[in-house]
């Protein structure tokens, strides 16, 4: 994996691995992927992010999930 930059670092740190692995299903396509518990909190934080307008978090933390987890960022996000 590529280095962190300082926001994509801080965006791990601030994460809640407190829930499990989960089966995410994308809204649109119907596709679904599971993800360990690191993974669905990126999920839920890119999300919330883009929710509330916080488009630099957003873009930052989809380059991570991207880097992160490759096929299922195709098939959650992209």
Not at 5 to 18: F, G, R, Y
């Amino acid at each position: 994996m590529k280095k962190l930059n300082k926001t994509q670092q801080a965006i791990l740190d601030c994460l809640d691995l407190s829930y499990g692995p989960e089966t995410i299903t994308n809204p649109f396509s119907g596709v679904s992927c599971d993800l360990d518990a690191r993974g669905v909190a990126l999920y839920d934080f890119i999300n919330g992010a883009y929710d509330s307008g916080q488009l630099k978090d957003y873009d930052q933390a989809r380059y991570l999930f991207a880097e992160l987890y490759p096929n299922e960022y195709m098939k959650l996000i992209d």
